[in-house]
């Protein structure tokens, strides 16, 4: 679909972009069709201050997989346990034990490898 028509259909239904919540940056990011798109979903995601998920950081990976880029998706998984560990120490994440990167990320991570 790509990130341009995703965010045009949002508009068309006069949902704010500006503010989204976490599991509609994940659903973006998998509309996206190369890894720049998917670097912007992460900006905006950070500009709104919306704290990411597991679930959000293994559709990154898998944004990086589908383009055969694994040393991108790589880089993700390293910058995801970052991100999460800033957000836990900034009182923003769920307050639990820092949660290892999802079996998904990983599978998605292999699949990057294969191709």
């Known amino acids: ?6 965010l ?8 704010p972009t500006h503010n989204l ?9 998998t509309c996206c069709r190369d890894p720049r798109e998917g670097r912007r979903v992460d900006a905006m995601r950070r500009e709104s201050d919306t704290a990411s ?3 959000y ?4 990976v898998d944004v990086y ?16 346990v970052e991100s999460t560990r800033r ?7 769920t307050g639990r ?10 599978t998605s991570f292999l699949s990057a490898c294969h191709k």
């Open 65 to 80: 997989a589908r383009s055969g880029d694994y040393r991108g998706a790589e880089s993700v998984l390293d910058e995801m």
């Open 53 to 55: 998920t597991g679930h």
């Open 97 to 106: 034990p820092l949660p290892a990167p999802p079996l998904a990320a990983y």
């Open 21 to 29: 919540g976490v599991y509609t940056y994940t659903s973006l990011l």
């Open 57 to 60: 950081w293994s559709a990154m």
């Open 1 to 6: 679909v790509g990130l341009d028509s995703a």
């Open 87 to 93: 957000e836990h120490d900034e009182g923003r994440g």
């Open 8 to 15: 045009a259909h949002l508009d068309g239904l006069n949902v």
